[in-house]
């Protein structure tokens, strides 16, 4: 059972807000070849932003 495979990685995703608050998460890179970019909460603007994948 090996967690650390490359075609899950783990990932972290970095607010486009400039606040430096971040996401941990997995991403499946057969169906998303490409940086990753997700809408999400960030807590020190209180509003939904987009965040990039970092890597």
Not at 16 to 25: E, H, I, Q, S
Not at 52 to 55: D, F, G, N, Q
């Given at each position: 059972m090996?967690r650390?495979?490359?075609i899950?990685?783990i990932i972290?995703?970095?607010?486009?807000?400039?606040?430096?608050?971040?996401?941990?998460?997995r991403?499946?890179?057969?169906?998303?070849?490409?940086?990753?970019?997700?809408?999400?909460?960030?807590?020190?603007?209180?509003?939904?932003?987009?965040f990039?994948?970092?890597?």
């Open positions: 090996a650390g495979n490359d899950r990685p972290k995703l970095t607010s486009t807000a400039g606040t430096g608050y971040t996401y941990v998460t991403k499946n890179r057969r169906n998303d070849p490409d940086r990753l970019v997700l809408r999400k909460y960030d807590p020190k603007v209180r509003k939904h932003v987009d990039r994948e970092e890597r």
